[in-house]
C-alpha cells in the first residue's frame, strides 16, 4: 500500500495561507527549498486540489527557462514536470506536464490510488486534503513551520470527527527558524 503524506508549510499559528491567499510571508533559505525539490524527486504520485494546480502551474512548468534561473530552481522545474500528478477538481481546468484530471469522488479515487503500484504519494491543498485527512487516508503529515503570525486565512487542519493519534518521525531545522515535524499516523 502507497503512503500518502500531507506536507505544505504553515504559519505558527495554523494557516497555509493568509487571507487573500498570500503566500509571501514564508521564510525562504537555499536549503529549505533544497528539502521541498528532493520531496519532489522522490514523488512517485502528487495529488493537487484545483487551487493549488493552478499555483504551481503558473510558474513551475516554464521556470528552467526564465532569465536568471538558479541551478537549484532548474532542478525543481525538471522534477515537478516529471512528477506524475493527478488534479482533482469539478471545475473545468486545463491540465498538462504529466498530469491528469480526476472529477469523480475523491475519497474512492484516492482510496484506489493507495492500492496501485509506484512510490509514495503527496497531497497538497487544503480542500483536498481535508477530504482525505477526514476520511483517514492520510499516513504522514510534514509540517514546515514559519516563524510568523498570520491572523486568519486558510488552515492546515480541517475539522475532524475523531482523534488522530500520530508519533513524531523527525525534525529538523532550516534557516531563519523554520522547523520540520512530520508526523505518522498511529491506530
Do not use: C
Request: proline share 5%; glycine share 10%; net charge negative.
Amino acid at each position: 500500500m502507497r503512503n500518502l503524506t500531507f506536507g505544505m508549510s504553515v504559519s505558527v499559528d495554523g494557516y497555509i495561507a493568509a487571507e487573500g491567499d498570500d503566500l509571501d510571508w514564508g521564510m525562504q533559505s537555499d536549503e529549505l527549498f533544497q528539502w521541498w525539490s528532493d520531496r519532489v524527486g522522490a514523488t512517485g504520485l502528487a495529488l493537487y486540489g484545483r487551487k493549488l494546480w493552478e499555483t504551481m502551474n503558473s510558474h513551475w512548468p516554464t521556470a528552467d527557462q526564465q532569465p536568471g534561473a538558479t541551478p537549484a530552481h532548474i532542478e525543481y522545474a525538471r522534477r515537478w514536470r516529471d512528477m506524475p500528478k493527478v488534479v482533482f477538481s469539478s471545475t473545468p481546468v486545463t491540465v498538462d506536464w504529466n498530469t491528469r484530471l480526476f472529477t469523480g469522488d475523491v475519497v474512492t479515487e484516492i482510496t484506489r490510488l493507495k492500492t496501485d503500484d509506484g512510490g509514495s504519494m503527496d497531497i497538497g491543498g487544503a480542500t483536498l486534503a481535508a477530504a482525505a485527512m477526514r476520511a483517514g487516508l492520510i499516513d504522514q503529515y510534514a509540517i514546515v513551520t514559519h516563524p510568523v503570525l498570520v491572523g486568519g486565512g486558510t488552515p492546515f487542519f480541517t475539522a475532524l470527527d475523531n482523534w488522530v493519534n500520530l508519533r513524531l518521525v523527525e525534525t529538523r531545522t532550516f534557516p531563519h527558524g523554520v522547523v520540520l515535524t512530520r508526523y505518522g499516523t498511529r491506530p
